[in-house]
């Protein structure tokens, strides 16, 4: 069964060299390991599955803005596969702003429009504004205290275009604040910004579109997405002859089911993938083992052990969420 596995699977961890730390007078260049894998046993392009593993690498944060890339040439080698393949995955992410291409250096992870100001600066420049037109320290306070308990009555407005990531992301936002969410389209929004009223949140990965419209002073939690090697840590690797069902609405949840699953080294068949909104779609989910489905999905198997519900939100940001509720 091993060698059987080998065969259909390979993985790749390759040291990548992160952005230049500054320290002194002298640049720092620190390595993290970032893992790469590609199953040439399954129905996804080999083109889509690094395409697909770089972009959850961005907007998990695993891969960091201005980070270098493995070369073309460096995955093609290692992964046996053609240069053409690995060139066209690199091209279709740079035509969606995720990569850029340097010349003489390679790709990189796009830098996008720079980091944010730090907190710490944002609120000494607006305390000293407020102190200069004869606002008390106590006044001050009590501003913000009034603020931020209006901001948490008001809820969670969620900007994401694709209707079965936004309804699973408002589940999780829900489940993890007890407190009310809803979701809008990025055209919608752009249209229309909502300046008042519940806090914004959006996908990592949206921030650089998202910060061309928002109206300046304007808050937005810009969520993570959970990381693929810290969604398989510590896990229980399903046994060889256990059949797996991932049950979703949303198609692509189904497609990083299955690329989390190839880099568990499980074979392609030995799960099945059901589309709730398919007629007949709970056939054969009882000869499952295990049930791996999202939150939404979860709701249609009340109290079943077999269910492993995986987050699409790091908890890291879900836990920023709990505090602003």
């Not at 720092?28 to 690498?57: D, H, P």
């Not at 890339?69 to 053609?82: D, G, M, N, Q, V």
């Not at 990965?205 to 808050?219: A, F, M, N, Y």
Request: net charge neutral; with cysteine.
């Amino acid at each position: 069964m091993k060698a059987k596995q080998s065969q259909m699977n390979k993985h790749l961890l390759l040291q990548v060299p992160a952005a230049s730390v500054e320290e002194g007078p002298a640049a720092q260049v620190n390595f993290r390991k970032v893992k790469l894998w590609i199953s040439r046993n399954s129905e996804v392009s080999i083109r889509e599955q690094i395409a697909t593993q770089v972009r959850l690498g961005v907007a998990s944060r695993d891969l960091l803005l201005g980070e270098k890339l493995p070369s073309t040439r460096e995955l093609a080698r290692r992964f046996k596969i053609h240069q053409n393949t690995v060139s066209a995955a690199f091209r279709e992410l740079a035509a969606e702003g995720i990569v850029e291409f340097k010349q003489g250096r390679g790709v990189f992870v796009a830098a996008g429009s720079g980091d944010r100001p730090r907190l710490d600066e944002i609120f000494s420049r607006h305390f000293e504004q407020a102190e200069a037109a004869g606002y008390s320290l106590l006044e001050i306070e009590d501003h913000l205290r009034e603020r931020l308990s209006a901001e948490r009555r008001q809820g969670f407005l969620l900007i994401e275009s694709d209707v079965g990531l936004r309804s699973i992301v408002i589940e999780e936002i829900r489940r993890a604040t007890g407190i009310e969410a809803d979701g809008i389209t990025f055209e919608e929004f752009a249209e229309k910004p909502a300046c008042n009223g519940p806090t914004l949140a959006a996908m990592f990965d949206e921030r650089e579109k998202l910060g061309q419209i928002l109206p300046g002073g304007t808050q937005c939690i810009f969520l993570d997405a959970n990381s693929v090697p810290g969604s398989l840590t510590g896990k229980t690797r399903p046994a060889a002859d256990e059949l797996i069902a991932i049950v979703s609405g949303w198609g692509k949840f189904i497609a990083l089911a299955k690329l989390f699953l190839m880099a568990a080294q499980i074979e392609p068949d030995s799960f099945v993938a059901r589309l709730t909104s398919d007629h007949g779609w709970r056939k054969g989910i009882d000869q499952a083992s295990v049930i791996i489905c999202d939150s939404l999905a979860a709701a249609n198997f009340p109290d079943d052990p077999r269910v492993r519900v995986f987050p699409l939100i790091a908890s890291g940001s879900l836990d920023r969420l709990r505090e602003l509720a």
